[in-house]
């Protein structure tokens, strides 16, 4: 069945850098157009960055434009989000996201936190 396992989060200082990885199985990732996620206590769940299955399109939302990066490793069936120069407006749960066949697949998520 599908899995999406994700990990990486944790307690970062604002400027710093975490890279979250999005371990996929059940389904081959370089197939799918892939997402992340990120849902801030009281806050609607909002899409971060997209790739796409051939992975020469990716899109990110304008709140981090330029800071963060998001790629797959094929071989390793999983997706990753390289965030940098992170700002405590960043803090939030992260989540991996695949749709197949018109249904949407989540991960539990990970959590970020940026704080002094």
């Known amino acids: 069945q599908v899995q999406l396992v994700e990990s990486g989060g944790g307690l970062v200082q604002p400027g710093g850098s975490l890279r979250l990885s999005c371990a996929a199985s059940g389904f081959t990732v370089s197939n799918y157009a892939m997402s992340w996620y990120r849902q801030a206590p009281g806050k609607e769940r909002e899409l971060v960055a997209f790739?796409?299955?051939?992975?020469?399109?990716?899109m990110y939302a304008d709140s981090v434009k330029g800071r963060f990066t998001i790629s797959r490793d094929n071989a390793k069936n999983t997706v990753y989000l390289q965030m940098n120069s992170l700002k405590p407006e960043d803090t939030a749960m992260f989540y991996c996201n695949v749709r197949i066949l018109q249904r949407a697949f989540w991960g539990q998520g990970t959590q970020v936190t940026v704080s002094s």
């Open positions: 790739i796409s299955s051939t992975g020469g399109s990716t």
